[in-house]
């Protein structure tokens, strides 16, 4: 499959007019873009510009989603909030509701923000990484439309439910473990759709609870209740499936019933009579100055060190390199940073489509 690279910063300017053109105002276009670009920048393609068209642009333009955000306070106390984000732009309310935690974390030692009525919010990573940089370690949580089965099911009935964390370190990266509570993602499924590539066995499960690997059709099945991705850990509980069940249960708590948000089949995106209707998402923010426990540069140091010697683990036969979290997607940022975005061929129809559409004056190559 054909692959073509685009730069960053002209990739920006074209999602954030085609944001602006449908109807997102400037200054929430600008976030939900660089939260899209911050993904592709680290690697993780399965929650970048790819989702640009299908997952955003395609929510505004069919009603499903708010282009203009009402970020409204519901409730507020010196360390905690709760937020409605009325349907509006998922990446602008995150980036908001988090900011407020970091706000209290620092003002307060801690800060927790939960949210309703929100829309999916992009790469879980970019959210601690804004508490690293104030210095703080941070945690977000967010359901999702149903996706997982729990462990002796075959229904979906939890989303692939991110629980995410960040720690700074000394080292040029932090620690920042960001990973779904499934084997895999519905967005890693997504891309192995627009690559043509069948699907490994073992990530996903058909109503009569066999292994499934037809990637478009389960796509297409998973909205509809006949399909279901296995929890972390996989089947049943000898390989402890029932760990990544529990965990994505957890995330579904935090997300929602703080929140007062919408959960579990709520949030399957369809009314009675199939047609689509607003998922209203839950999220959850954590962040805590690590100040009020010991000086910053001593716990960096701390961190950095455990990683070193993770690293340094003995490894197994046939193994060149041993990863601590974050690792890969620092490694990513040194390949592409001067390189920019992957265009394989599905990616380059999708943002035509957008061009077309919306009549877009942006320059797009390809």
Not at 198 to 223: A, F
Not at 277 to 292: Q, S
Request: charged share 25%; hydrophobic share 40%; glycine share 10%.
């Amino acid at each position: 499959m054909n692959e073509r690279w685009w730069d960053f910063a002209s990739v920006a300017n074209f999602m954030k007019e085609g944001f602006e053109k449908a109807g997102v105002p400037s200054h929430e276009a600008e976030i939900c873009v660089d939260v899209l670009i911050t993904a592709d920048k680290r690697g993780i393609d399965s929650h970048g510009v790819g989702r640009f068209k299908p997952i955003y642009i395609d929510r505004i333009m069919d009603g499903t989603q708010k282009p203009v955000t009402n970020f409204e306070i519901v409730r507020e106390t010196d360390t905690t909030a709760v937020i409605d984000g009325h349907n509006g732009m998922g990446h602008y309310i995150g980036v908001l509701a988090n900011r407020m935690a970091v706000e209290k974390a620092k003002k307060h030692g801690t800060g927790i923000v939960a949210v309703r009525n929100s829309t999916h919010y992009g790469a879980a990573c970019y959210y601690p990484l804004m508490a690293i940089e104030a210095g703080c370690f941070g945690m977000t949580a967010t359901n999702a439309r149903p996706s997982i089965a729990p462990t002796f099911s075959v229904e979906n009935m939890l989303g692939t439910n991110p629980m995410t964390w960040g720690f700074p370190t000394d080292e040029d990266f932090p620690f920042v473990l960001d990973c779904a509570t499934s084997v895999t993602q519905r967005g890693k499924l997504e891309v192995y759709g627009r690559e043509g590539k069948q699907l490994p066995e073992g990530w996903v499960i058909g109503e009569d609870g066999n292994y499934r690997t037809d990637t478009i059709q389960v796509l297409e099945d998973l909205t509809k209740g006949k399909a279901a991705l296995t929890p972390l850990g996989g089947l049943g509980e000898l390989t402890g499936g029932y760990k990544g069940y529990g965990y994505a249960f957890v995330v579904e708590i935090l997300s929602a019933a703080l929140s007062d948000a919408n959960n579990l089949k709520e949030l399957n995106g369809k009314d009675e009579k199939g047609n689509p209707v607003p998922i209203k998402l839950g999220h959850f923010f954590m962040a805590v100055d690590i100040e009020r426990f010991i000086a910053l540069d001593r716990f960096k140091e701390i961190t950095g060190s455990m990683c070193r010697r993770m690293r340094a683990a003995h490894k197994a036969p046939g193994a060149e390199r041993i990863f601590t979290p974050g690792e890969k997607e620092h490694d990513a940022w040194l390949e592409r940073k001067d390189k920019g975005v992957p265009f394989n061929d599905a990616l380059v129809k999708s943002f035509r489509a957008v061009k077309d559409v919306l009549k877009l004056e942006s320059d797009f190559p390809f």
